[in-house]
């Protein structure tokens, strides 16, 4: 990779702002809770003399140089009681705050984006933050905390519909979003096909959805980045909290490993409604189990470990014929460390790895497949001066594609061992990112990113004829898997096919007044990697395919506009954002694709491009009683593959038409209201266009069979999706003296029992002989109860 432009331009821009001659000291430090040491991401402090300020990073540090004097600083964080101290800066400090938190009868607020005046002036947009607290206080399905199912609630953001893993984002795919838990990369994040999320809100610290606008030291997904880091844990005293509902329950212990230095969590989550089933002779089983865990230790004032871990695993078991079991299993070891007064680093060596796999008994066979990368990163926080900020850093990622192999259960099953070629690819990026305020209205945050990708040498690699893998019959009409003319075996050593792409970044903000603002911003990203589905929503099945010979890497431009406002000493803030969204190499599957047990994926598929475009509202009320926001979006998400040459039709006729995720209207509400110190109530009303899907619109005989005819590809929808759920939580009186608090969680998913469609088919009665459209709806009303307890 060419790094002589990046590294230039890094130089001079270090060399500009550090060489003003104006003399400047440093103001650095961290910031932590007071009663665990936790550290808090995030927090504002703000220097009004001076009218600018600095926010804590993901691991709680903060550094800024101001010129020689006397300030007033503010010290604010969600949820936590405010601090205003003075400070006389006459030579560099070093400056460590605890947090108290905030009493239960203060307003809280709900969401944290924007609502420090600090916020309106940042140029970072298209960024939506939940705090915990919200999460846990909203309605959920099956009483069970989940942060996806939350992220729904936002602007922008949707999923498939009831019983779908994953959310798309902008009209985006699935497969299309990064989600890091303290920064590793999750594949799947849903448990039990999108009933609950795999992220255990009792261990998580801070949360963050990018929908655009994505800073560069992000890539390698086109759509979002869903960023979740987990609390380090209590390095003061023992600690112990969870919850224990109708179909699951969890249990999370934190202490001291050694006081004020080091710390210890863990967490552990599962789901038992398949033991009741036995109860009733019933042998069908479906569950899901996982761990969170982490270890935190500081050897001195400058350096840091942190070695942390998840692993889930879902099984789904019929009869003790059939077992599916797959999951996330993920290990960080990070070392953090402050080079000087203002550059702080953090260097973490990564695992991930996604498993997915079939037991069929009945045939005699396992089968496994899956995903693995290890990726090496060095991120640098450079704060030039109280201006002007720097981010930069290189990351290196390995990857091993399993496509799947099978195994004999037992020598006289008559099953051979069999699998599919494995893959290997190699993906590097070297970036650098600058927040810039320009002037007291004007700010701006900047970058690039260069990434590179290298397809690796496999077992075999299939040739064909006029490098086509999938061939077209003009007479017939229709695309077919290309004949393989000879198969080589290439050495890992070896480079098949090599991509490059450079990704500028950009995002300004214009302050209109101290309370209002107008935001744009434009990225570039690329995408090495593709997830291999017939279906809107993942299932264990699907499987990731690298870029290569056939299959390019996706690339998005988007651009975005907003206007951004807070009112009535904020108390209600109001968000508009408009964007446009275009990706080239967005592949697409000929008619009869076969992905399973597929050896050559690429004889499947063609590449095209598709778009989205839309107006996003996020209208909220932050403090008293009651709180919460509306969210609208309205938005159109299409996709076209055209012919490669002037004689094919590609797919649908090359013309554009409606992806699998597209939603014209998108509404819900979401309110909470607090009635006393026991009782507090909250309720969220979701309405959306339904899913575009395709419908026979004629049928014929043949032989006595009818047989549907089709019209375009997802010119149809689904009946319109719609729902309230309301909830209330009682908080007894908290037993001080022994440090014990717990909570009732009372819900009801679904109150007015709306039977939303998940899918409409088509058959033939058997009483009338007629065709008949039979629609199939996964949940009506559910109740549910869930204890939770700390202490």
């Avoid at 709680?60 to 800066?89: A, C, F, M, R, V």
């Avoid at 990163?377 to 704060?383: A, G, L, S, V």
């Avoid at 002007?388 to 091993?400: A, D, P, R, S, V």
């Amino acid at each position: 990779m060419n790094i002589r432009y990046l590294t230039l331009l890094l130089t001079i821009l270090v060399f500009h702002f550090q060489s003003t001659g104006q003399e400047l000291y440093t103001l650095n430090g961290t910031i932590t809770d007071a009663s665990s040491n936790e550290t808090l991401i995030g927090v504002n402090l703000i220097f009004p003399e001076a009218n600018t300020g600095v926010v804590t990073n993901e691991y709680g540090y903060y550094s800024i140089k101001l010129p020689k004097g006397e300030y007033q600083i503010e010290i604010t964080y969600i949820g936590y009681q405010s601090i205003q101290q003075t400070i006389i800066l006459n030579e560099d400090k070093k400056q460590n705050f605890q947090l108290q938190e905030a009493s239960e009868n203060l307003e809280e607020v709900l969401i944290t984006s924007d609502i420090e005046g600090l916020n309106i002036r940042k140029p970072e947009m298209s960024v939506n933050k939940l705090s915990i607290n919200t999460i846990q206080n909203l309605p959920v399905v099956f009483g069970e905390v989940d942060v996806v199912r939350s992220l729904l609630l936002l602007p922008g953001v949707s999923n498939a519909g009831e019983g779908s893993s994953g959310f798309n984002v902008r009209g985006g795919a699935v497969d299309q979003n990064l989600i890091l838990l303290d920064e590793a990369t999750i594949y799947n994040s849903s448990h039990l096909f999108g009933l609950f999320s795999v992220f255990n809100p009792d261990a998580i610290k801070d949360l963050k959805l990018y929908k655009g606008g994505i800073p560069a030291e992000y890539g390698g997904r086109v759509s979002s980045v869903l960023d979740i880091y987990q609390r380090d844990g209590n390095s003061k005293e023992f600690k112990m909290q969870g919850g224990i509902g109708a179909i699951s329950s969890r249990l999370l212990a934190e202490g001291p490993i050694v006081k004020d230095k080091g710390s210890y969590l863990i967490g552990a989550r599962s789901s038992y409604a398949h033991l009741f089933l036995k109860l009733t002779d019933n042998e069908n089983a479906a569950y899901f189990y996982d761990i969170n865990t982490k270890l935190s230790y500081k050897l001195d004032e400058s350096n840091k470990l942190l070695l942390s871990g998840y692993f889930g695993r879902d099984v789904f078991n019929i009869s003790q014929n059939f077992e599916n079991t797959y999951g996330n299993t993920v290990l960080n070891l990070r070392w953090n460390h402050i080079f000087s007064d203002n550059i702080f680093t953090n260097l973490s060596a990564i695992y991930s790895d996604y498993y997915y796999g079939l037991s069929l008994n009945f045939v005699g066979f396992n089968w496994n497949s899956g995903i693995r990368n290890f990726n090496l990163k060095y991120d640098f926080n450079h704060y030039i001066n109280e201006n002007f900020q720097l981010k930069y850093g290189i990351q290196n990622t390995y990857y091993e594609f399993n496509p799947g192999e099978i195994e004999p259960i037992d020598e006289d099953s008559g099953i051979n061992y069999f699998e599919l070629t494995k893959k290997y690819a190699l993906e590097n990026a070297i970036y650098v990112s600058a927040e810039h305020r320009l002037s007291d209205k004007f700010s701006a945050e900047y970058g690039l990113r260069l990434s590179n990708f290298f397809r690796l040498g496999q077992d075999e690699v299939n040739v064909y004829e006029n490098d086509h893998p999938v061939a077209y019959d003009p007479e017939r009409d229709i695309y077919s898997e290309a004949e393989i003319v000879e198969t080589n075996a290439v050495s890992r050593n070896k480079v098949l096919k090599a991509y490059n792409n450079f990704e500028p970044r950009i995002a300004v903000s214009y302050l209109l007044k101290d309370d209002q603002s107008i935001k744009a911003s434009y990225n570039r990203m690329a995408q090495y990697l593709h997830l291999i589905s017939n279906t809107s929503s993942p299932t264990p099945l699907d499987v990731w395919a690298p870029s290569g010979q056939f299959i390019k890497p996706q690339v998005l431009d988007q651009y975005a506009v907003g206007y951004f406002r807070n009112f009535t000493d904020k108390v209600y803030s109001l968000e508009v954002e408009s964007f446009y969204k275009q990706i080239d190499n967005r592949i697409d599957y000929i008619d009869g694709a076969n992905l399973i047990a597929n050896n050559a994926i690429e004889r499947i598929v063609l590449s095209g491009e598709s778009r989205a475009y839309g107006l996003e509202v996020l209208l909220r009320k932050n403090k008293g009683k009651l709180t919460g926001w509306l969210a609208y979006t309205l938005s159109r998400a299409e996709q076209r593959t055209p012919g490669r040459t002037l004689l094919e039709p590609g797919i649908n006729n090359g013309e554009w038409y409606h992806s699998n995720y597209d939603k014209t209207h998108d509404l819900s509400i979401t309110g909470s209201y607090k009635l006393n110190e026991k009782w507090q109530f909250n309720a969220n009303f979701i309405f959306q266009t339904g899913l575009a899907t395709t419908f026979p619109n004629a049928h014929y005989e043949y032989q006595g069979i009818t047989v549907p005819v089709y019209g375009e590809r997802n010119a149809d929808r689904l009946p319109e999706y719609h729902r309230l759920d309301i909830s209330a939580t009682l908080k007894p009186k908290s037993s001080k003296d022994r440090g014990f608090e717990s909570s009732w969680n009372f819900g009801i998913y679904n109150i007015y029992n709306r039977q939303n469609a998940y899918s409409i088919s088509f058959r033939e009665n058997s009483d009338t002989n007629q065709n008949e459209a039979v629609r199939l709806s996964l949940f009506g009303i559910i109740p549910s109860v869930t204890y939770n307890f700390k202490f």
